[in-house]
């Protein structure tokens, strides 16, 4: 067997060997297939009579210029002075800590949600009955803390920065692009140089594109990584009881995770800044066109074959000879 013939069938069989481990363990989940859909491409390319229907699908992973982190801090005290006075303390604490991590005290915004008394149920007894009441047992307070941060690393640091001061509610981070206007401007360059092209190719083969009525139409869209977590089951089990020899351990549990699940690019014809690490900010464009195509047979040459025939009496069609 040729040299070559040998290194082709050797990288062809580790390829078969090396694809199972490259999947990843969502492969196993019962609706994996939601995840992996980016084989299926829709036609860009229709012809309804004589109207060519033409479509360009553009996208572009953008990285967000700056993230805001909300975190929920719950506070109770056996009275509104305590209960203020704690909240305050823990709030100031988590300042200064992230302030120690670049964030400056003017990225830090505290959103008051919630000040109210708590009751308690206390029974009353009596002499021949017994009645429940509420009674004022504290105070509770509500509030979320957001930070405003630059660099996506920083959110390890926050959340550490969190959890000393017994904060532990991360409720969401969002993603913010400044030039959100510049991404579907380069889209829409790209997805039109990519439409004339289309366009040039159809004329090559034959079809009057250039004589065409057109129509045009575009669409936009955003997503956030917020909106692609997707949450599946872990392979791996876990135990809150350390296993000891000869020790039965039925406390064994799958627990549910989250990963993120990125728009699939196989429906797209262009993908710009397609390698990414960090889950990027997505920008869809679609350009449409409609091409009216002119008839086959036009009217002048349908004139022209007329005048080179003759219909007999007996309704025979011949063809005139000509000079």
């Given amino acids: 067997m040729h040299f070559r ?14 694809s199972p481990q490259a999947l990843g363990n969502l492969m196993y989940e019962q609706d994996s297939r939601i995840y992996f859909q980016q084989a299926e491409q829709p036609v860009k390319a ?13 996208m572009m992973n953008a990285r967000a210029d700056s ?7 719950t506070q ?34 505290t959103d008051m949600l919630s000040f109210v008394p708590v009751y308690e149920v206390e029974a009353t007894r009596k002499l021949f009955s017994t009645t429940y009441q509420e009674v004022p047992a504290g105070f509770e307070i509500q509030k979320n803390v957001h930070i405003r941060f630059r660099d996506a690393r920083v959110l ?3 959340v550490t920065a969190a959890a000393k001061e017994e904060i532990y509610d991360l409720v969401k981070v969002d993603y913010f692009v400044q030039q959100q206007s510049a991404c579907y401007d380069t ?26 009525y057109r129509t045009a139409a575009e669409q936009n869209g955003a997503y956030f990584p917020l909106d692609r977590y997707t949450s599946y089951q872990t392979r791996a089990q876990s135990s809150l009881n350390s296993r000891r020899k000869g020790q039965v351990v039925n406390d064994v549990r799958k627990p549910v995770s ?37 008839p086959n047979v036009r009217e002048k040459d349908v004139k022209e074959v007329i005048k080179h025939v003759w219909i007999t009496d007996k309704g025979d069609v011949r063809t005139l000879p000509l000079d």
């Fill in 156 to 158: 390890d640091k926050l």
């Fill in 187 to 212: 889209l829409r360059m790209f997805a039109t140089r990519l439409l004339q092209k289309k366009l040039e190719n159809f004329g090559k083969l034959g079809v009057k594109v250039d004589s065409s």
């Fill in 5 to 18: 013939s040998l290194l082709l069938c050797a990288a062809a069989t580790a390829a078969l060997h090396a």
């Fill in 46 to 58: 229709t012809l309804r009579g004589n109207v060519l229907l033409l479509e360009v699908n553009a």
């Fill in 258 to 294: 989250l990963f993120y699940n990125k728009v699939p690019y196989g429906n797209f014809d262009i993908v710009l800044h397609a390698e990414i690490t960090e889950p990027p900010v997505q920008y869809t464009y679609n350009l449409t066109v409609q091409c009216e195509l002119p």
């Fill in 76 to 109: 109770l005290g056996q009275s509104a002075e305590e209960a203020d006075s704690l909240m305050n303390d823990r709030v100031a604490g988590l300042v200064r800590r992230v302030r120690k991590d670049g964030v400056k005290d003017e990225d830090v915004f």
């Fill in 67 to 73: 993230y805001l982190a909300i975190f929920h801090i």
